[in-house]
DNA sequence: TGCAATTAAATCGCGCGCCATATAATTGAG
DNA sequence: CTCAATTATATGGCGCGCGATTTAATTGCA
C-alpha cells in the first residue's frame, strides 16, 4: 500500500526541512501556520487556520501560544463575538517571512525532481488526501471545502 | 510545495485507517510494527523494526511496551548479547493478522484509485522518500539501505 | 424576552517522533 | 588482558495531533 510510503516520506520531508527551520528557532507545524499568516491580507480566526491546515483548535491553540512566546504572532478577542480569536504577526513574525523565503527553493532541490514532475506529484498527493478526507469524514457529503478557507502553498 | 500536500495527505490516511484500526485496539504506527512481524519468518530486535520504519528506539521501545501490555507481542534480551531485545508475536498477536486482514482493502477502496495508479503513486512517493532521506542524512553517501532489513509492503 | 442549541476556543489525556543523553554489553587496539 | 570506543536499547523532555470534554459567547426559536 501506499500508506507506509506516504508516511515515511512525509517523516523525512519533515527531517529536510529541520536544519532549515532550527535556525528561525520555529517547527514544521509552526512553518505551516505562519505561511498561512503570511499569505494572509487580514488577521485570521485560530478555526480559519486550522481549516486551511486540517487541524484543529486543540493543535493550533498550544502552537499559537508558542508562537506568540516567541514574538511571533499576537492573539486578541474579536470585539464584535467574543468567541473568536483573531491571530495577527507581529513586525518580528512578518520579518520571518524574508529570512525564510530561501526554503523552499532549498527543499525543491533536495527532492531531486524537476518542476514538472513536483507539480504532477503535487496534484496527485492533493487529490489522494482529498479523497481520504472525504472517504471518513462525517457522513454529510461534504460539498468539497468552503470556499473561504486559503490555499495552502507551501 | 508538495510538503504540504504530504503532510495533510499522511494525516487523512492516518483517518482512514482509525476506524478500522480502532476495533482491534492498536494505532497506525503499531499497525506498522506488526505488519513488520507479520511478515517476519523470526524475531527482530528493536533496530531491526525501527529500520525497516525508519524510527528509532526512542520511538519503537515505548510502542513495544504498550504492544506488550496488550499481549500482542514478547520481548526478550539476546541471551548470546544481551544488548539486543528480540521481538516476538504472541499467539494472539498472530491472530490480530487474520482480523485485520481486511483492512488494506477497505483502505484502498477509500483512495479512490485503480491498481495502476496506486502502484505508480506508491512507486514515485517512495522514490520521493528516499531522496529526502539521502539528502538530509548523515554525510555519508549512503549506499542504500542494508539489504538485511525488510521492505514494508503494507 | 428566555433559554436551549449552537459555535469558537481552550483544556486534558495519550500516543507518537525525535533529540539528547544514559545505561549496559561487547569489541578491539595496544 | 585492559580499558577506551562502539553498539543496542532505554529514558527524559518537548512539540505535535486528535478524541473527548469544558468554558464562554452568541443565536434563534417559542
Known amino acids: 500500500m501506499i500508506c507506509f510510503a506516504?508516511?515515511?516520506?512525509?517523516?523525512?520531508?519533515q527531517q529536510a526541512y529541520r536544519p532549515l527551520l532550527d535556525p528561525l528557532g520555529i517547527t514544521y507545524p509552526q512553518y505551516l501556520v505562519l505561511s498561512v499568516l503570511w499569505a494572509a491580507e487580514a488577521p485570521l480566526t485560530v478555526s480559519g487556520i486550522g481549516g486551511a491546515l486540517y487541524l484543529d483548535s486543540s493543535t493550533i491553540t498550544p502552537l499559537l501560544k508558542r508562537l506568540e512566546t516567541a514574538g511571533l504572532v499576537v492573539r486578541n478577542r474579536n470585539p464584535h463575538d467574543e468567541r473568536m480569536v483573531h491571530v495577527s504577526l507581529t513586525d518580528t513574525g512578518r520579518e520571518l517571512k524574508v529570512r525564510a523565503a530561501h526554503i523552499s527553493v532549498c527543499i525543491f532541490e533536495k527532492t531531486g525532481l524537476d518542476v514538472d514532475a513536483l507539480e504532477r506529484l503535487h496534484t496527485e498527493v492533493s487529490e489522494l488526501g482529498e479523497r481520504l478526507r472525504t472517504a471518513s469524514?462525517?457522513?454529510?457529503q461534504t460539498a468539497s471545502r468552503d470556499a473561504s478557507i486559503q490555499k495552502v502553498t507551501t
Open 6 to 13: 506516504l508516511y515515511s516520506a512525509t517523516h523525512a520531508m
Open 137 to 140: 469524514k462525517p457522513e454529510l
